[in-house]
Structure formats: C-alpha cells, structure tokens
C-alpha cells in the first residue's frame, strides 16, 4: 500500500506511483523486476521521466507529460527503456493523474510483439518485393510475346482471306484453330499488361467516339470459329441504331472480347451465347448472356476480384473480369454479373453499361433534298448527326463557326468547278485536312478526274448506292 491508497501489488503489471514530478515514491515487485534493479528501495527516488531511452526526448519529457497530464486523466505512450544490467527494452506506458497530483504509471515489456510485428513488416516488404519483381518478369515477357502474336495473327488473317490464294479446306481449318489460339494468347498477354499498368496507375485512356454495336458484332465475329468448335450458338441481336461512347476503342474492345470469350469457354458443346445492345436512358446497356454452366451464388461476388477462379474449371487466370471492371469504372460505367440469368434457371448474363453520347457529325453538301433525305435515315441508324449543308455555304465560309464534322459526304452532281473548289477548300483547311470526303456521284467521271480525287484521299462512289453498300463505309 501507500501514500494514495493504490494497492500496487495487486496490479497485474510493473507499477510506479511518483510524484507530480515524477519522481518514483513506491512501486511493486514487477517493476523490480522489470527493471532488474536489486530493490523496491533502489527504484524508489528515481526520476521517472529518465527511463526512457531516447536522448532527443528527454529534455522535454516531463514538461510534455505534465501538460499533457493536466489536458487529459492519462497518457500513453511507446519507448525504449534502459534496464540496470544496461539492456533495455521497449516499454508501454500507461501514465494515470490521480486525484492527489501523484501519477500512477503502468509499464509492460512489448519487446517480443514490437520485434514480431517488425519481422511481420520485414517479411511483408520481402513478399511485396516479390510479387513486384514477378509481375515485373511476367509483364516483360508479355510484351516481348505480344509483336510476335499481333504478326501472326495478321499473317492467318490475310492467309485466310485468300492473299495466297484459295487454300484447300483442310488448311483453313488448321489456320482456323491456330487463329483461335493466338487470339487466346493474346488477351491474355493483353490482360497481364493492362493489369501492371493498373497497378502501376498508368492506364490512360485514350478516347474518341466510339461505336459500341459495330465493335461489340466485331468482337463476337472474332470468336465464331471458337464456338463453332463447340457447336454453339453465337449470336448479337441487331441494334436498331448504333450508340456511340467517349471511349478507348482498344479497351472496349477488349471489354466484349472477355465477356464473350467467357461465355464461349463456360458455356459447354451445343450451348447458346446471345450478346445485345440497347440505349436505356443515357446508356449504352450490352448484356451477353449464356446458357453455360453459370456462377454459383457464393462466388458470385467475388469472379470480378483479381486471379479469383471458380473451382477447377477450364484454363484461366482470373483477370479477365477484375479487369474489365476497371476498365468499365474507369469509362464511368458499371459491371452486373448475375447467375442464372434472370428469367431463367441456368446460365450467365454480364452487363456493361457505358454513358452514351451523340455519334459522330456528317456533312451533307447537297441542294438535292431527295439526295439528303435518302442518306439521313441510314446515317441516322449509324448514330451520325446529318448537318445538311445545302449549298456548301459553311464550307465557303470557312465553316468557322461550328465543330469539325468527322466526315463530309459531297454531292458529285455539284458543278465540277465548285466540287474541286470545296475539296480544296478542306483540304486546305488544317482542321479539315485528314478529315474522309465521300463523293456520291450520280455520273460517270473519267480517269483523270479519278486520279486528282485519289491525290486528294476523296472516296468516289456511284450514287444511287444500295444501303449495304453504304453501312461499311460509315462504320470503320
Ligand atoms: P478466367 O476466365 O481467366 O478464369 P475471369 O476473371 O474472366 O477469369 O473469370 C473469373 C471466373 O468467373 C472464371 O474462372 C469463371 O469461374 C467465372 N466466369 C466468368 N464468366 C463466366 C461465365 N460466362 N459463365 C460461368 N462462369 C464464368
């Protein structure tokens, strides 16, 4: 017991009562202990304030703990101690005001817990060491992988369109498979380095107008010969008009290729895949849907976190969706995933929403209402603005006062003269300059004129044109 009626000893840790100057008036056998001192008598009159360890600390100590003290009823605090055998050891301390102006200070030895949580940090910086110089080989060797793979699937491509010639049956069927596979790769290779960059924090994206169901059709074209191989059903419902988005074209891209070359790898022989796209409010909404072999419940939440896989299923490596998501996120947009698909008792559907905006603007230089109103519908189903400009009066104007269209469609029934003059005048004009002209001709134009057009990087087409015609060139 003493002066303040705190019963030391029955205190489970190393105990110092002091005075309001920290001076030690009585401890228990803990803090004997503790400090390997030979006595309760040889602590007792010690400056408390001197214990711990550090030099730059202790000149202010005391005032810091006073004022402190008289702030708030107690103070912790971590320090390495000096022992009297000259070890030391790192102290908690646990300082209480007491109503009588002694202070009460509670010390325990967590030496062994600041050394293991040193260790756990030491071991931690080593791991993430590790894992960063994997990555590091991983996404070198992905990128030395990549050139290779972009030629030979440039190289199948063109064999497989015929530059060398037909080809018997048997070897497109090879050139198909090995298509198949080195697209396979190449996402994967593609995904690894997205996936650095990510951590890196380096995606940038870099976008433009975007045309979703163009690239969405493109991305399941890509993946026929794949489901063919498996005697599924891929289809992607006709969009009633193109919706375009602000958007990295490639990212996108790789969007539906993920989406939909999972739907072909869970979805098992004979299955059905059906992609479509829809505007809903300010969206873009593009869901694939599969009849494969679908997410369990529990999993659900966790197929878009990164390297999760289900089970052992088929090869994968558990990034594809972790990093569509982000790309998603990062073009404002949100990832659904949800099994079975509603309505339905089995199967998968993915939805991607992207905010929308208005499609690309088309010059039409045209008098002849019947020549516009004949092109505006179909353009308009392409999610292109029609700007008719009926006598190419803008342009003549220098056509200042508004955007730059992405493209001009000229009237070939114009005046020779004043058709070259508007191809100069763009042409001149930097903002113009790489800008596509398409003329709609309703003559036959000779040879020379067909020269100066091509110098002029003009597209000729006859006009009337049959609106298939029309589409491919609008749709690039
Ligand atoms: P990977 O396909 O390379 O394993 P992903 O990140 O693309 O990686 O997918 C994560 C997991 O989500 C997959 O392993 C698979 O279990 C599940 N999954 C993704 N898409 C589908 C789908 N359409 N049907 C069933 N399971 C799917």
């Known amino acids: 017991m003493n002066g303040s009626c705190v019963p030391l000893e029955a205190l489970s840790e190393a105990a110092f009562l002091t005075d309001g100057d920290f001076r030690v008036v009585d401890c228990n056998a803990r803090a004997v202990e503790l400090l390997r001192a030979p006595s309760r008598e040889a602590v007792i009159g010690r400056d408390a304030s ?6 730059d600390l202790a000149a202010e100590f ?4 006073r004022e402190r003290l008289t702030a708030v009823p107690f103070v912790s605090l971590e320090n390495h101690a000096a022992r009297d055998d000259g070890t030391t050891f790192v102290a908690e301390a646990v300082l209480h005001r007491l109503s009588d102006g002694n202070v009460l200070i509670m010390v325990r030895d967590v030496t062994a817990r600041v050394e293991s949580l040193h260790r756990a940090e030491e071991a931690n910086e080593r791991l993430r060491a590790a894992i960063r110089d994997r990555m590091e080989f991983v996404s070198n060797v992905s990128h030395e992988l990549r050139t290779p793979l972009t030629s030979m699937s440039y190289a199948i491509g063109n064999m497989l369109r015929g530059i060398c010639g037909p080809l018997p049956q048997k070897a497109q ?3 198909g498979r090995l298509q198949v596979d080195v697209k396979r790769l190449m996402t994967t290779v593609n995904d690894i380095l997205d996936l650095r960059q990510m951590e890196n924090g380096t995606l940038t994206l870099r976008k433009s107008l975007v045309p979703l169901a163009h690239l969405l059709a493109e991305s399941a074209d890509a993946l026929l010969i794949q489901a063919q191989a498996k005697r599924q059903t891929l289809t992607v419902a006709p969009a009633p008009k193109e919706i375009y988005a602000e958007a990295d074209r490639h990212k996108v891209e790789r969007v539906f290729f993920n989406i939909l070359s999972n739907a072909v790898k869970y979805t098992p022989e004979g299955g059905t895949i059906h992609a479509s796209i829809r505007a809903e409010g300010k969206d873009a909404l593009i869901q694939v849907d599969d009849n494969g072999i679908g997410i369990p419940p529990e999993a659900l939440p966790r197929v878009s976190q990164r390297y999760f896989r289900v089970g052992d299923q088929v090869a994968g490596t558990g990034l594809g969706l972790s990093i569509v998501r982000e790309i998603v996120e990062l073009h404002g ?3 659904t995933i949800q099994s079975p698909v509603p309505g339905d008792d089995r199967g998968t559907r993915v939805a991607v929403r992207l905010p929308a905006c208005p499609g690309p603007e088309v010059v039409v230089v045209s008098g002849d209402e019947a020549l516009i109103a004949a092109l505006t519908p179909p ?8 700007r008719p400009d009926r006598e190419g009066l803008d342009l003549a104007k220098g056509g200042q006062t508004s955007a730059p269209p992405a493209r001009f469609i000229l009237d070939g029934a114009l005046p020779d003269c004043c058709l070259s003059e508007l191809i100069c005048q763009i042409r001149g004009d930097a903002r113009l300059a790489q800008t596509p002209i398409l003329v709609l001709s309703p003559f ?5 004129r067909r020269a100066e057009y091509a110098r002029m990087r003009v597209d000729l087409r006859p006009w009337p044109l049959p609106i298939e015609e029309l589409r491919p060139l609008f749709q690039a």
Do not use: E, F, K, W
């Open 50 to 55: 001197d214990m711990p360890n550090d030099h």
């Open 62 to 65: 005391p005032t810091y703990l």
């Open 173 to 175: 069927d090879y050139l």
């Open 333 to 335: 947009g949100t990832l």
């Open 379 to 386: 353009l308009t189903d392409l999610g292109l603005r029609v």
């Open 444 to 448: 036959a134009i000779d040879a020379s």
